[in-house]
């Protein structure tokens, strides 16, 4: 287990900066009615540099609908989509998937903080139209639709998810603190909807984990919400050697 993990103490409190309100307004989104402003962009263009973790490169770009044709009608199509970020692991070292999951997740969370909405898009869209720039080594992992959303979501959302006993079995038991956590990783996005999460509780620890491959960019997403769950609550996250899973202990 990695214990050691770049994950703690990388992201000061100015960096995550009302995140924790953007997750609670934050919905897949394929219907944009414009591209961000210049003022946006350029937020997006810094909020890149400054929560992408080691071994993670955020690229923003422009882009049109072709990027993100649905394959065989079997995806909702995007609607005036001009402008996607990719989701790049510079090494081929798993944790970094798992990094990637967590700084992209953090982005877009920016992106909804700035008045956007987004999408990630990690299976059905066209890499040879990514102009990121790979570098060597680097992997593509997903990309983020970008945009003005048509429709500002109405609050409170009403979201397609499991009970969180399904989720963490002694879910009532968990201190207080923990039980934000699992409540903020089960409004997270996940492939599909498929909602992976599993937990684990022993004493003031939580594990959390899923299976294995591309679902470790799932984890990653999962865990940036725990740590915005966690707020000023002190606590150590600690990575699986096989990172498809990984503990976060409070202090």
């Known amino acids: ?56 490169r955020i690229v923003p ?19 005036n989509v001009q402008r996607y970020a990719a989701i790049l692991a510079t090494d081929d070292r798993p944790e970094s998937t798992v990094n990637a999951g967590v700084s992209g997740e953090l982005f877009m969370l920016r992106a909804v903080e700035l008045g956007l909405a987004g999408c990630w898009v990690s299976g059905t869209f066209k890499r040879r139209q990514v102009s990121a720039g790979l570098r060597q080594n680097e992997r593509l992992l997903a990309v983020l639709a970008l945009g003005v959303p048509q429709a500002d979501p109405q609050l409170p959302l009403t979201r397609k998810r499991k009970a969180p006993e399904a989720f963490c079995p002694d879910y009532a038991a968990l201190p207080s603190a923990l039980r934000e956590v699992v409540d903020y990783v089960r409004i997270a996005p996940s492939a599909m909807n498929m909602q992976p999460w599993r937990f684990a509780c022993d004493g003031q620890s939580l594990r959390l984990w899923v299976g294995a491959g591309a679902q470790r960019l799932d984890l990653g997403i999962a865990l940036s919400h725990a740590l915005l769950a966690l707020g000023s609550t002190p606590a150590t996250f600690a990575l699986d050697e096989d990172a498809t899973g990984a503990t976060l202990t409070l202090l």
Request: charged fraction near 15%.
């Open 61 to 79: 770009g422009l882009c049109d609908n072709a990027l993100f044709q649905p394959m065989m009608g079997l995806f909702m199509k995007f609607e």
């Open 1 to 56: 287990m990695n214990e050691n993990w770049v994950l703690n103490g990388f992201f000061d409190a100015p960096k995550l900066t009302g995140l924790y309100e953007a997750a609670q307004r934050r919905v897949s989104c394929r219907s944009y009615a414009a591209a961000p402003t210049g003022e946006q962009w350029n937020a997006l263009l810094a909020a890149a540099e400054s929560l992408a973790l080691p071994g993670v």
